[in-house]
């Protein structure tokens, strides 16, 4: 990556002076540099190009949730230029083209803690650093609002045309189901049709990050089985309700006509996910009631003893990435 690794963390840490964690959150900080590496992921592994691909674009997010990819793609998309033939806005001695970023997400804005998503949403909006200048905070069904889209104008989010780019970032885990993942894809691929045919422009993309049900490190085995025990018995109001491998999130993007460019992996990101993952199936007392023989028991008892093993270290498992365009 052209980006040095030491450039990625300052750049985050930079960042999180306008998340509602503040800049000195190394849980935050770390949880940006990887929405950092992920939009590399997307351009050839270069952080450069992203900027590059997005600066001035719309960019529609879906599963934006307290803002973490948000305030990551708001500093792309109105990062500083010397191009003054394009529209913009004059701040001081340096112009910014005007991007946007349509920050969607169907959950209660009183969900969340420590903060909620309404606290942490505001007070990205209301920012020292005027990226919230670009960010329309949109409380939708994504499939809902596609069709919105799809029919013209949007007025809430003040947007013409359909987004340059569709963003699903950690997103997927939360949907209801595969069923409703699939019409997603239709969806997407429906609305981005539309406003291809009724505009000489160049096709939408739409990029995919999820936790990729593959382990690089052992160490990371506990959070997989944590994953794998909630596909089975989904907690309530948790943080997994849909898990879809690599794989299958490719054959469903291929039915509903996408094509897929590229994949990529982030092997043992540094993020606290499978930590807390673990934490999330240890506290669900509906396990207590399993039979000692049962498949989801054994693997509740191996990630019980995986979590206790080296002081409790629990890493995260590797990411999939995916870029697709309309097929």
Known sequence: MSTSNGSVHELATTLSTCTISGGTDAIQISQLVHRLNILAKWFDNDLSKAKAALQGRCVLELGCGQGDMTVALAHLVQNQIDDHNHESENHGNFTTKAGKILALDPGDLDYGAPYTLRQAQEHISQSASGLGKCIDWLQYDPIEYLGILSNGKDENSKTEE?????ILAHSIFYLPNEEYFSRLFRALHNAASISQ??????PPRLL???????????TAEAHLLAVEIQKARPIE???????????????????????IEREAWIANPEVDDGKWEVGAVKADTKLDGLEEDSEIRRKYQRMLELSEKEGGQVKSMDVWTGVFGLG
Not at 208 to 218: C, D, F, K, V, Y
């Open 197 to 202: 045919t009724r505009k000489n422009r160049n």
């Open 208 to 218: 995919l990050a999820e936790w990729g049900m593959r382990i690089t490190s052992p």
């Open 237 to 259: 109001e948790g943080n997994v309700q849909c898990v879809i491998a690599p794989t299958r999130i490719v054959e469903l993007a291929k039915e509903a006509g996408w094509t």
């Open 162 to 166: 359909f987004p340059d780019f569709i």
